[in-house]
C-alpha cells in the first residue's frame, strides 16, 4: 500500500519478476476493464475519472475471485488492494476461509509534494500498464513502452485536480488501514522518496528477513 504515485506499480512490477508470484494489481485490473467494456469497467469508470473509489463491493468480489484461483495457491502480491477498512476486513474474511495469512503489509511512503511530482510526470503504457517517467525513468523511445512496444499515455486520472483528489481520498479513506495493520505487526514501511533501485534492495531486504523469521518459526 502506498499513496497514488509512491511507487507501488514499480515496485510490484520488479517484485513480481523476482518471486514469480501472481500480481494483482486493482488499479490495473478496473483500467483492463474500462478498457474491456466489461460490466466491472462499466460500473467503475466514473469514480475512477473522478479519483473516487470505487465500491467496496465491487472490487471485493474481483480480488476474492483472484486469490482463490488455483494459480494464487502458493501466495500471490496484492497492489492497491485493500483501500478500506471494510476491504481489509472482507480480505481477512476470506483467507480466513481459505485457512490462508497475510505475510506482511508493505507501506511505500511518500509525501503529497512528491507524488504530484510523478504523476505529472508519468506514461503509462496502454496495454499492459507498464510505468515510465518523462524525467526518473523515461523510456528508451518517447512515447513507446519498452517493454511491448504499445503507446505510452497520460492516464486520465493523473490530471492535476483528480490527483488532489485522489490523495484527498487517500488520506481520508486508505491511511487508517495504516493502524488497522499495525496494530496486527503486519506492516512494514519503506521510504519511497529514495530512488526506485534502492526502494528495490529495501524491499528486498526486508522480504529476506521476513522468510528468515518465518523459518525460524517452523
Ligand atoms: P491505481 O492504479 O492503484 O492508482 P494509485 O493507487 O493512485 O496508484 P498509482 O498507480 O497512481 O501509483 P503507484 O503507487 O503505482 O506509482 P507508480 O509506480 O505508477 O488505482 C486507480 C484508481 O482505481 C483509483 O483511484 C480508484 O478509483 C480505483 N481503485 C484501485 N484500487 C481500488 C480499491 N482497492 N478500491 C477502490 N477503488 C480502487 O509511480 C508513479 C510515477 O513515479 C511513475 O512515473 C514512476 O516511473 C515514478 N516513480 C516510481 N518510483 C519512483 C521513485 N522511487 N523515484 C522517482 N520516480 C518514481
Same mark, same amino acid.
Given at each position: ?9 514499480? @515496485?510490484?512490477?520488479?517484485? @513480481? ?13 478496473? #483500467?483492463? *476493464? ?31 475471485? #483472484? ?8 501466495? $500471490?502480491?496484492?497492489?492497491? $488492494?485493500?483501500?478500506?477498512?471494510? @476491504? ?43 510505468? $515510465? ?46 493502524? $488497522? ?23 528486498? #531486504? ?10 525460524? *518459526?517452523?
Amino acid at each position: 500500500m502506498g499513496p497514488p504515485g509512491s511507487g507501488k506499480g514499480t @515496485q510490484g512490477e520488479r517484485l @513480481q519478476e523476482e518471486l514469480r508470484l501472481p500480481y494483482y494489481a486493482t488499479g490495473d485490473i478496473l #483500467r483492463a *476493464a474500462v478498457r474491456d467494456e466489461t460490466e466491472l469497467g462499466r460500473s467503475a469508470k466514473e469514480y475512477m475519472d473522478r479519483g473516487d473509489l470505487v465500491p467496496d463491493e465491487v472490487i471485493v468480489g474481483a480480488i476474492g475471485e #483472484r486469490i482463490d484461483s488455483s494459480e494464487a495457491a502458493d501466495g $500471490f502480491i496484492l497492489d492497491g $488492494f485493500p483501500r478500506t477498512v471494510p @476491504q481489509a476486513e472482507a480480505l481477512d474474511e476470506k483467507l480466513t476461509e481459505l485457512g490462508r495469512d497475510l505475510t506482511a503489509v508493505l507501506l511505500i511512503d511518500a509525501s503529497d509534494e512528491e507524488v504530484v511530482r510523478r504523476l505529472g510526470g508519468r506514461r503509462t503504457c496502454v496495454e499492459n500498464g507498464h510505468v $515510465f517517467h518523462v524525467e526518473f525513468n523515461p523510456p528508451a523511445k518517447e512515447g513507446v513502452c519498452d517493454v511491448d512496444g504499445s503507446e505510452l499515455i497520460v492516464r486520465d486520472d493523473d490530471e492535476p485536480e483528480v490527483i488532489r483528489h485522489r490523495l484527498e481520498t487517500y488520506h481520508e479513506k486508505t491511511e487508517p488501514l495504516i493502524e $488497522f495493520y499495525d496494530g496486527r505487526s503486519l506492516l512494514r514501511r519503506i521510504d519511497g522518496a529514495a530512488a526506485p533501485d534502492a526502494v528495490a534492495e529495501e524491499l528486498r #531486504r526486508m522480504l529476506a528477513t521476513l522468510k528468515l523469521e518465518a523459518d525460524e *518459526a517452523i
